[in-house]
């Protein structure tokens, strides 16, 4: 039996949750399929999730159809929740991308469209809703053609379109009108032929199809209504026709953690996807923090196998598998276990561009709410939660307004913690304005000695940060040079106005050491005085984050729309209106869109479809943007740092 992990994902309200259920409920993984509206799908399990009628976390279920095992991945619908479809991504064979044959592609559709086109992942088209009026599930087709220039394959036809009657025929592979899209789609002359001259080629046709769609350069598509089920068995049979097992990476151990989650008997479980290797209770695994950056040795205590919705124990777990893996007491979601083989997939979606204070209602509740975040940091690192110990605050990132309300809920559902989010900011950053040095010879008050020299150099826009060598090892010893090079990138985390630095080149141009008084960590200190003493002398000036939106509404308010927009800093395209109705796009300032979707429904009644990701970093205008108080102390008031270095501030 060959094993596929599959990802159901989809722009917010396409429908996605309630396919998941239809299939787990036709596959008879469960005995009756829940309801998004009534709060009872199986997959949200969190309170929050029934509530509020939204997916919060990944949900996994593994179900068997035609002999195939489908992992299913249900991953987070909602803009907000884009670190937690990052993480499910990387795991997938293929993924299943709902779109509402009402609205059509959507921004977030595209947004997941381009990312599996740029990883190659194989992709089936599940158009929904045909039973809305207004469906037009071809004309949804078309806009994914146009969208990705990938050839898209119905495999069904749909009869009553846009009535509660409409049903669904699946294609009959024989049929010489289908066979030949199919052919046409492959971009095969010979196989053309073959078709031409009468011959069967109906295994051909499947060999061929499917060596395209694993390649990720065609895209089945399959309609339906999910609320009733319409459509679902086509999807999963033309899956397990279409779709072959993944191959092992390699031999050795390699694991993705998609997921982090604590259970109240047994502590943190971790959900791990493994792509070559084995697991086994009892064995130690080597957890690549960050990816590859840090490396820690734990054991596993135990391991449960995904069943249906249910995790039955286990003693071993191989290539393709999803497992729950229990006793990894640092692991984080996004880490790997064993070595990052080539061929892993990797996303990036989620830019968390809102920095929020969290104050607890009860002061005293402030240690407990501290340890609370960070564990939920554990279950998404993209929070990156920070503790100002000198003023007692805590921080967190956010990437919506939505996902704020959601972190007040768990925080009180989990912990009993009653909290307030204050008003976020944006999160600005900072690049230097010209090119300079910076220097810093730390050699007193004894033991010590660390002299380093660097060179600070502005790129362009979206570069990022570089960082250079030119010292010989005979002036500077190579274990130095190593310190310095780790200590760069932590020093640029708050630049002159207390946002990160980017943007720029870091070149160590001369360093010295002292074979007697150096003392090891000594160039972890000097490096940051040399880089802001370097950051001092460039200056440095606010970038601020900028937001790819997509607006759409009636013709007739357009105007309204346009006004918006200008009055926000917008900058946009010509619109295009076609049946009545507009879809315009924009870049525009974050900080100008906080309350922008509400504003948008507003001068639309209530019409208007909204959605926005994040675009690039651009020179804010001057007299805009906001400075953040640094956390910790400055290196530019030398001497109070090195107290605090050597641990002998006393304040």
Not at 426 to 440: A, L, M, S
Not at 490 to 514: F, M, N, P, Y
């Amino acid at each position: 039996m060959k094993t596929i992990n599959l990802g159901i994902v989809a722009h917010a309200d396409a429908g996605k949750t309630t396919l998941t259920e239809q299939i787990l409920y036709q596959t008879g993984a469960i005995r009756s399929a829940g309801s998004v509206d009534e709060g009872t799908a199986s997959t949200d399990t969190m309170e929050i999730e029934r509530r509020r009628g939204i997916s919060v976390r990944t949900a996994c279920a593994s179900v068997v159809w035609d002999d195939v095992r489908f992992n299913l991945i249900d991953a987070p619908g909602h803009a907000d929740f884009l670190s937690e479809v990052e993480r499910s991504l990387s795991i997938l064979d293929a993924a299943v991308l709902v779109i509402s044959s009402v609205e059509g592609v959507q921004p977030q559709t595209r947004m997941l469209l381009n990312a599996f086109q740029r990883a190659k992942l194989p992709c089936f088209l599940f158009f929904n809703k045909l039973d809305r009026a207004g469906s037009d599930w071809q004309n949804a087709l078309s806009a994914v053609e146009q969208e990705t220039g990938l050839p898209c394959l119905s495999l069904c036809e749909a009869e009553g379109e846009g009535e509660p009657g409409v049903t669904v025929r699946p294609l009959e592979l024989i049929d010489p009108a289908w066979q030949e899209s199919a052919v046409l789609s492959c971009g095969n002359d010979d196989l053309l032929d073959q078709l031409l001259s009468g011959k069967d080629i109906s295994g051909e046709v499947i060999k061929q199809l499917s060596q395209k769609v694993g390649a990720g350069e065609l895209l089945p598509a399959v309609c339906g209504a999910s609320k009733y089920g319409l459509g679902v068995k086509e999807l999963l049979t033309s899956i397990s026709r279409f779709m072959e097992e993944a191959a092992p990476l390699g031999e050795e151990l390699c694991a993705r953690v998609y997921k982090v989650e604590r259970d109240a008997a047994l502590g943190k479980v971790a959900y791990v996807r493994l792509f070559s290797g084995s697991l086994q209770t009892r064995q130690t695994v080597s957890v690549l923090k960050n990816g590859i950056s840090e490396r820690e040795e734990e054991k596993i205590t135990r391991i449960r196998r995904v069943e249906g919705r249910r995790l039955e124990d286990g003693e071993t777990v191989g290539p393709n598998d999803i497992a729950a893996v229990y006793g990894l007491s640092s692991v984080r979601a996004g880490d790997l276990l064993g070595q990052p083989l080539p061929g892993l997939r990797e996303y990036r979606l989620a830019e968390p561009l809102m920095l929020c204070r969290v104050q607890p209602a009860d002061l005293e509740d402030l240690p407990k709410l501290t340890e609370a975040l960070f564990q939920l940091e554990e279950e998404d690192p993209a929070l990156q939660v920070e503790w100002n110990r000198e003023k007692r605050e805590v921080w967190v990132r956010l990437t919506g307004k939505i996902q704020s309300e959601v972190l007040q809920a768990l925080l009180e559902e989990r912990w009993g913690l009653a909290v307030t989010m204050e008003e976020p900011s944006v999160i600005y950053r900072e690049t230097p304005v010209t090119t300079g040095e910076g220097f810093e010879a730390y050699t007193m008050p004894k033991p010590c000695w660390a002299v380093v020299r660097f060179l600070i150099e502005p790129l362009p826009r979206g570069t990022g940060f570089q960082y250079e060598c030119k010292v010989s090892p005979n002036r500077l010893p190579y274990r130095y040079q190593t310190h310095v090079e780790t200590a760069v990138p932590r020093a640029l985390t708050q630049g002159l106005h207390g946002w990160q630095v980017t943007d720029l080149k870091v070149t160590l141009i001369d360093g010295e050491s002292h074979n007697v008084h150096t003392h090891p960590l000594d160039f972890f200190v000097a490096t940051p005085m040399g880089i802001m003493d370097g950051l001092r002398n460039v200056g440095t000036k606010l970038l601020e984050p900028i937001l790819q939106a997509e607006f759409s509404a009636p013709e007739e308010y357009l105007g309204k729309t346009v006004s918006l927009l200008v009055a926000h800093r917008a900058v946009f395209d010509s619109p295009e209106v076609r049946e009545g109705k507009f879809r315009l796009e924009a870049k525009i300032p974050a900080a100008e869109a906080m309350d922008l979707p509400v504003e948008f429904a507003a001068c639309t009644a209530g019409t208007g479809i909204y959605g926005s990701r994040f675009s690039h970093y651009e020179d804010c205008p001057e007299g805009m943007g906001n400075d953040r108080e640094r956390i910790g102390v400055d290196p530019l008031d030398r001497s109070r740092f090195i107290l605090a270095a050597r641990s002998a501030l006393t304040e």
